[in-house]
């Protein structure tokens, strides 16, 4: 789907969409709605919007793959928004929440096993 | 929250975190949970977790930031769990969506508005 | 909007209700859809779309007030489709959990106060 | 799990919930909080949690079947909040979406079919 020049998990940061949607915002004048209360429904919203192509079936008919890659960007395109407007550094709260959950949930005590980590034997 | 040598928005691909996740999940025997039906559920309860410290207020108390971090963290990363499944990448999707997003939302029509598009005058 | 020899909350039972349900189900083949977890879903997708007229704003416009309505019963309708796929009686879960939180929401201690009752003072 | 003088989908009026509700609400000074957003927000956060006992199973584990009772009574506690907060009356609603439903699902199109009406042949 990425075309040569174009953004990519592989070579396009996270920093640089920031960007884009902060200008993208800003020329319409729509951080003052960006409440992040309202961020968070927003995301609310975008998140069930995918979760309807999962309804009634295991996966999403052949014929909605577009739509759903639509709904995945909305719902990643709300979540920088929030995270930009709490001056929240995702990656950074990722790698600390992995490690968090590489303690709760050692691979001993984990594999194979889906529980919750205060479930886990 | 970045340390010098940590992951940050700005120095970390979205490529970094899934190879991350990978092997997170397989040393875990965690694939065999993961159906694209169960992570899209998974992402919708963190989400609604993430809502809650929004709920009967305009903003997250101040002695829950960190909290909130970590619900932002385990919203990406079931969001990049998700996308990993469907072989979807998601930065090449998003910049696509900017895209139609400019389109729906020209700036002469959508600025200091916050209809949807198909109800934009 | 109830009219003379319609539904009301006054006079319509939740059993008149749930063998409608049964009904307009059964004709339609439907059951062989209704799983748990598919309804638990619906469910979560009709509860968006209910919320996504708050998004943006304090309440849904004037012009949708019909469009919430129809939501509101959509959500009611997934939820009596799940609590009798699930052979729960709802009048008498809610009893029971108003006990509970009589319990965990004393009056003299959640009077005025917004906090989770693990938060109370 | 109803009573025999307790409350039961059978005996009891979503009325009488209501003015349940209305007293419990009031005694505690929460009208001032329950808003109808908030409210469609405290929505989304139960039914999620009642979601996530779905989540990465078909069914909810016998053990948590009355966790599951009591989730499914905090959506119809928040449902009926916010339909009170709206003055609207849910079972009202509820037939009238029913009988949209049977022009929208007729019986001869929708038999066997999990898709929705804008999509039936």
Redesign the interface.
Known sequence: ???EN??????????T??E??AD?NR????P??H????L??????E??????????????DEKDAAA???E??????C?VN??QR?D???????????A???LR?P?DK???R?EKYNRLP
Chains 1, 2, 3, 4 share one sequence.
């Not at 409440?35 to 309202?38: G, H, I």
């Open positions: 789907m990425s075309t174009g953004w990519s998990d592989a070579h396009t940061s996270l920093m969409l920031r884009r949607l993208f020329q319409r004048d729509w003052k709605f409440t992040p209360k309202d968070a429904i927003a995301l609310s919203v998140v069930a919007e995918l979760l309807e192509f999962f309804l009634w079936r295991a996966e999403p759903v890659q639509e995945l960007a909305d719902v990643m395109i979540l929030l995270t709490l929240v550094d995702l990656l950074a709260a990722v790698e600390e929440k992995i968090t959950n590489a949930y691979v984990a594999k194979g889906a």
